[in-house]
């Protein structure tokens, strides 16, 4: 289920995308599973259909879908997505470690940090 804040500070575009990610990889859209169409989308938040063909756009540059013409995007088949999902995820974390390494954030203080996480098993 998709949770989308008209109000919130994260563009809705970038909500849409998040939020198909995060159900892509826990199983609740599976390969090969057709995306609701954009309009579909559209109408459901009462946004524009640009903004949800955005999302989609992004979804597909990210290897997480692909598009089929005249019948709609898809979820990526086998290794595709989840393969996608942990390359975005390690691109978003080598962006965050730079940011802590600038303000000052020590090696020892990111590798406590990331055995606390590994050890409650990511669930944090």
Same mark, same amino acid.
């Given at each position: 289920?998709?949770? %989308?804040?008209?109000?919130?500070? *994260?563009?809705? !575009?970038? +909500? /849409?995308?998040?939020?198909?990610?995060?159900?892509?990889?826990?199983g609740?859209?599976?390969p090969?599973?057709?995306?609701?169409?954009v309009?579909?989308?559209?109408?459901?938040?009462? %946004?524009?259909?640009n903004?949800? *063909?955005?999302? !989609?756009? +992004? /979804?597909?540059?990210?290897?997480?879908?692909?598009?089929?013409?005249?019948?709609?995007?898809?979820?990526?088949?086998?290794?595709?997505?989840?393969?996608?999902?942990?390359?975005?995820?390690?691109?978003?974390?080598g962006?965050?470690?730079?940011?802590?390494?600038r303000?000052?954030?020590?090696?020892e203080?990111?590798?406590?940090?990331?055995?606390e996480?590994?050890?409650?098993?990511?669930?944090?």
């Amino acid at each position: 289920m998709l949770n %989308i804040r008209l109000e919130g500070k *994260q563009p809705i !575009y970038e +909500q /849409l995308c998040s939020g198909i990610a995060r159900l892509i990889s826990t199983g609740e859209l599976k390969p090969e599973e057709r995306l609701p169409a954009v309009r579909e989308v559209a109408k459901q938040f009462g %946004i524009n259909p640009n903004t949800v *063909q955005k999302a !989609y756009s +992004q /979804l597909e540059q990210a290897g997480l879908t692909h598009s089929v013409p005249a019948k709609g995007s898809y979820v990526s088949a086998g290794d595709n997505a989840a393969d996608a999902l942990r390359s975005e995820a390690l691109r978003r974390t080598g962006e965050e470690l730079r940011a802590a390494c600038r303000a000052g954030i020590t090696l020892e203080q990111i590798n406590s940090l990331a055995e606390e996480i590994w050890g409650k098993g990511g669930n944090s």
